[in-house]
Structures are given as C-alpha cells and as structure tokens.
C-alpha cells in the first residue's frame, strides 16, 4: 500500500508533518474497530480545505445521519441576522420536565447564560433562548450558506416542532459527516465555506461578538462541559470542542435507543489549522470520547 503524508497540526507535540505507513494506521483502526465498533472519522485543514486523512470512506461521505446538537450553533447564527446576541441572558433548565422541552440532563443545569448552554449543550436553554428569536428563513438561508442541506418541510412545522427541529431534536433532518465538518471549519476560520477539493463555495458573515461567544462557548465545553473527558486526558491543550447525539433512523422510524453520536475538535482555537470529526451509531452503552481520546493518541504516534 502507498505511503501517504499526512500534516495533521494539532497540539505541542502533534505540529510536525510526517510520511506514515497507511497499512499500519489502518492496521491500528482495526483494532479500534472490534473494540469500539464501526466509525468513522475525517481529519482536515480547516484554512485549506485539504482532507488530511478519512477513515471509512463511505461512511463519512455518503451516509446521512441526524445530527443532534451539532446544529445549536447554526441555529444560533440565524438568530443572530434578525435579533441582536443576548450572551448574558440568564435561563434556568429545569431538566426533564412535561413542558414544552426537556433537557437531556435529567435533573437540569440550573440557571445558566448562553456561554454556558453551549458549552452543556443544554437542550432547555437554547429552546426558550431561540423561541421567538428564530425563524424559519433565517435558519434554512444559514444552513445553506455554511454547505448544509436545506431543511425539508420545515415550513409546515408547528413553532414548537421547529423550535425542537432547530437544537437537533428532530430525526427529519439530516447531514453527511463531511458536509458538517466542513461546515463547522467555516464557522472558525473567518466564514469560508471550502469543499473537500480546496475550493471556495462560499463566505458566511459571522459578527465579532458572535464568533467570540460560539468560540468561548466550545472552549468551556472542553474545560468543563460536554468535551471535558478529552481535556481530563490530555491536559492543556488549544483546542475547542462540539459534541452531539441524534436518533438513528431506521425506514422512517426514530431509534433513540440507538443513537449517532458526533465530537468535533478544531486546533488551535483561534483560527484553527487542525478540525477532526469523529461519528459512530451505536447503542447508548458505547462511549465516543474514549474512541476519540483512543483516536488522538493513535494520531500522535504517526
């Protein structure tokens, strides 16, 4: 098999480029495979656009799939083009309750800002932040704009449906790894949308205040929120994190038992050179930031 390089930027001791014996990373993937399951991941140059190294091809290209939270920060974007940021608004999650919307953590995050919601993910947060603050439009024009398929019949969603639909809690709406992986790098690399041959397909106008919040926002996802698992591994480290669930779907049904599960690391934080995404559709039990922290350790010996 042909030797391929692979400049992976990442953080101290992961900036060198280096030629690595693809049979063995695959060898190593393998191993990963029996322990973990089939996943995927897509390692790329968020300022290039240059694919640096997919592993499970097809999956990362061809396979659609629900993509749970990864959508908050969209959705937060599109707010933003009709109403003005509101980063110290104070919101309580009250968990799971028999409301309008329950949050995924049971016994809530308490009263928090939006900082804190993204970094939780807080499902209760973003859906009273977001109400009335979001329309459909906005939120179908931004998707576009960032490389993402339109959202399909959203127009004949109730407000509450869409609201929901909005933060990832809705099985209708789908995406290709690689469309969000390269939709995530634009959100951080100054608002160019590339495609995976380097190319330019777009530009997005992200404000300053917006960018400084999504950016503040998955730094404390790692420091303390829903990436923490990976920060307690390795330490200091300049990077930012995104996590989501969403439903399996299975001929039109929703399978929540069986959940896909997303983690998006970008490198350094501030105009990263470095983006890996890590997908796996398993049940509840399986856990993707031991495969992640599996994958980064395998990725710094090459």
Same mark, same amino acid.
């Given at each position: ?5 692979? /400049? $992976? !930027? ?5 900036? *060198? ?8 990373? %695959? =060898?190593?993937? &393998? ?37 749970? /939270? $990864? !959508? ?5 974007? *599109? ?8 980063? %110290? =608004?104070?919101? &309580? ?210």
């Amino acid at each position: 098999m042909a030797r391929v390089k692979i /400049s $992976l !930027l990442f953080f101290v001791c992961f900036l *060198a480029a280096g030629v690595v014996r693809t049979e063995n990373l %695959e =060898t190593s993937l &393998e191993t990963l495979t029996h322990t973990y399951g089939e996943f995927a991941f897509i390692v790329t140059n968020p300022q290039t656009g240059t694919p640096l190294f997919i592993y499970n091809k097809d999956f990362i290209l061809q396979r659609s799939l629900c993509p749970g /939270s $990864l !959508l908050k920060p969209f959705a937060l974007v *599109a707010s933003s083009r009709s109403y003005s940021l509101k980063p %110290e =608004t104070q919101i &309580e999650c009250k968990g799971k309750t028999s409301g309008e919307i329950s949050c995924w953590l049971h016994e809530g995050h308490g009263k928090i800002n939006l900082i804190q919601a993204l970094a939780y993910s807080c499902n209760y947060y973003f859906y009273f932040y977001l109400k009335d603050r979001l329309n459909k439009t906005d939120f179908n024009t931004v998707l576009q704009e960032f490389g993402l398929p339109p959202f399909n019949g959203i127009d004949n969603m109730s407000p509450q449906e869409f609201y929901q639909a909005a933060i990832g809690l809705n099985s209708r709406y789908t995406v290709t790894p690689l469309e969000m992986v390269y939709a995530y790098n634009a959100l951080f690399n100054g608002g160019v949308v590339r495609n995976r041959l380097g190319e330019q397909t777009g530009r997005v106008f992200i404000t300053d205040d917006l960018r400084e919040v999504l950016f503040q926002g998955l730094r404390e996802c790692v420091l303390y929120g829903t990436g923490k698992k990976v920060y307690k591994e390795f330490g200091n480290i300049d990077l930012i994190i995104k996590t989501g669930t969403g439903a399996s779907v299975r001929n039109g049904v929703e399978i929540w038992y069986q959940k896909v599960r997303w983690i998006i690391i970008l490198s350094p934080g501030v105009d990263p050179s470095f983006s890996m995404l890590v997908v796996m559709e398993k049940k509840e039990t399986e856990d993707i930031h031991k495969l992640t922290i599996e994958l980064l350790r395998l990725l710094k010996t090459m």
